[in-house]
T-cell receptor
Framework: TQLLEQSPQFLSIQEGENLTVYCNSSSVFSSLQWYRQEPGEGPVLLVTVVTGGEVKKLKRLTFQFGDARKDSSLHITAAQPGDTGLYLCAGRNSGNTPLVFGKGTRLSVIA | DTAVSQTPKYLVTQMGNDKSIKCEQNLGHDTMYWYKQDSKKFLKIMFSYNNKELIINETVPNRFSPKSPDKAHLNLHINSLELGDSAVYFC???????????FGSGTRLTVV
């Protein structure tokens, strides 16, 4: 079973601050995805990364896939209260295997 | 238009009962999934279906049985409910096994 470790588990910051959350594994993934989940809702896909070293930007969010495809990071610039939520990374090693999820980072951005 | 819809949203039932959760997707996706999210928000795969065929059956109690009448529907039937079954159950779909998932909004099951 592949394990994805996310850190930190909880993060509370002030509006306007920058932050980075991490997703690490000892396994190699063919692709890795990041989702955001809000209370009472299902996770919503933010990005998919597939190439080692790949960097993708989504407005103030920057996602990076590690060169060895074992880890990923999510950096948020100038966090806003609307960024509050549970951030989940999920990886797949190959083919038809379903996504394996990390335990998430719960982010709270205080105005 | 809801892409992946689950019913019911909330389900409270007594131990020993049998219940079903329904899921429908209108995205034309070939693959559907059931995940269980525990109280610590950990999402764990339960079942995966590709075009009505079960392709993954993770180690879940056989009291849980998925049924897919067609590729747009994947229902979850649970027999003899136990306290430990209390969780949020999410249905999801994807166009191909290697693409992003679209999740439903979840069914919060509480067994009392």
């Amino acid at each position: 079973t592949q394990l994805l470790e996310q850190s930190p588990q909880f993060l509370s910051i002030q509006e306007g601050e920058n932050l980075t959350v991490y997703c690490n594994s000892s396994s190699v993934f063919s692709s890795l995805q990041w989702y955001r989940q809000e209370p009472g809702e299902g996770p919503v896909l933010l990005v998919t990364v597939v190439t080692g070293g790949e960097v993708k930007k989504l407005k103030r969010l920057t996602f990076q896939f590690g060169d060895a495809r074992k880890d990923s990071s999510l950096h948020i610039t100038a966090a806003q209260p609307g960024d509050t939520g549970l951030y989940l990374c999920a990886g797949r090693n190959s083919g038809n295997t379903p996504l394996v999820f990390g335990k998430g980072t719960r982010l709270s951005v205080i105005a | 238009d809801t892409a992946v819809s689950q019913t019911p949203k909330y389900l409270v039932t007594q131990m020993g009962n049998d219940k079903s959760i329904k899921c429908e997707q209108n995205l034309g996706h070939d693959t559907m999934y059931w995940y269980k999210q525990d109280s610590k928000k950990f999402l764990k795969i339960m079942f995966s279906y590709n075009n009505k065929e079960l392709i993954i059956n993770e180690t879940v109690p056989n009291r849980f049985s998925p049924k897919s009448p067609d590729k747009a529907h994947l229902n979850l039937h649970i027999n003899s409910l136990e306290l430990g079954d209390s969780a949020v159950y999410f249905c999801a779909s994807s166009p191909l096994a290697d693409r992003g998932y679209t999740f439903g909004s979840g069914t919060r099951l509480t067994v009392v």
